[in-house]
Every structure is written in structure tokens, then in C-alpha cells.
């Protein structure tokens, strides 16, 4: 097993070729075989149960084998993340409607994230840049093509963005997973599980402005996916206020 450190390189940086184990010999796997029997278990069973082991299980090998395709853990990571977002479809090229463009890449990525509930967390604890993850930066760094913003003000957004997005998705799927933890769906869940509580607190008075974020609240009954566009629109209002060369709408 290669340990990270001095000498380790990027995945993306080896060729296909140094899967081959010795000379005139073709693999017997492919990295891209062993990385879709790691999604298919971690999208099953959790990110910590995609060990070599298990993967080399699943395939019916030993798990050192494994090592010659995938040196070491944190590249299989790297290669799990861009699977996971190959599968986000976007044009060839951004519109010309900055907005729309974002709108579309926001929910593509959600769409990924709740196929692959281990994705963004994943993706939100290291660095990589693997192709298809470069792919979807590119894309949403030109939907700000032609506005003539500096480009620190462009990533700027686009961590803004990100920052949103990928929140909004984590927080989802913890509600999808307590939900499949105490065997309630979400509405049974705050219904039944925490709405006596939340009665409670609201009867108290002691919080004031969270009883109002309770009973007046006008998202907090709307179904996730437009609370995640109600949110959104929040997000590029904001970018469309602090840009006034950017259209509002």
C-alpha cells in the first residue's frame, strides 16, 4: 500500500498504464471497475465501508491486487468524487444567461449529491481536481463569461454559490438519514418526533424570534426541493445586487 507523502503523486497525473502489473501483461481490472464497485457500496452502505477489502471482496481478488490500479486510499476518493460527478449533465458551453446557467448547475449538483449521499462531504473535506469536478468549475466560471468582472469577484460567487449548495445538500440528506434512523419519513419525523417539543418551546415565550420563525414562517412547510430553490434565488439575488452589470432577473 502506498502511504501518502514525499514521492506520492496525483492519480491524475498517472497514466492507464501503470495499472499493468509487469511487462506485456494486461490488468486484470481497470480503475474505473474497482471505482464503480466502491460508489455502488458507498452509495449503499456509507463512504466507510469502501475499503479495499471490500471492494477486492466484491470482485473476487485479494485486496493488495487492488494497489496496483489504486495506490493509495485518498486517490480512490479522488476518483469516487469525479464518478460521482460525471454524472451532473450540463451544456457544452454556458448560455449567456448567467442565471439560468447557475440555476441549472445548483440543481444538477443536488441531483448528484442525493444519488451519492456520501458525495459532498467527500468532496467538502479535501482538495482534488479531477477531470469531470474541473468540468463543472469551468461551467460555472463561464456562466460569468462577457460581464467583465475581475476573475476574484467570478470565484468569489462561485464559492458563495458552492457554499449554499453544498450546505443546502448535507442538510437534506441529515434529514433523509434521521428519518431512516427512527423508521419516520420526514414529515412524521417533525411531526410526530419533535413536534411536541417545538410545541413546547413555542408555548414557553422564552425565544421569541424562533417562534416566529415557527408560526410565520413561509418556507418552512415548502417541499425540499423548493426550499432548495427558494434559497438559490436568495443566493443569486445577492450576487445580482452587488453586480449591477449583471440583470437582476
Known sequence: MC??????????MQPEGHERSGPGRRPGFSRRQITRTAVRIADAEGVEAATMRRIASELGTGAMSLYRYIPRRDDLFDLMIDLAMSGIE???GPSGDW????????RQVRAAGLRHPWLIALLTSRPTLGPNLLRVHEFALGAFKGTELHIDDVTGFVG???????????????WLEEARRTGLDPERWKRDYMGPYVR??????????????????????????????HGLDRILDAIAALTPSLSPR
Open 200 to 229: 413546547q418551546v413555542v408555548e414557553s415565550g422564552a425565544f421569541p424570534l424562533f417562534n416566529r420563525s415557527v408560526l410565520d414562517s413561509r418556507t418552512a412547510h415548502l417541499a425540499p426541493e423548493e426550499r432548495f430553490r
Open 160 to 174: 458563495m454559490l458552492n457554499d449554499y449548495v453544498h450546505s443546502a445538500i448535507r442538510r437534506e440528506i441529515g
Open 90 to 92: 450540463l451544456p457544452d
Open 3 to 12: 502511504m501518502a507523502g514525499e514521492g506520492a503523486t496525483s492519480i491524475w
Open 99 to 106: 442565471r439560468g446557467d447557475l440555476t441549472l448547475l445548483a
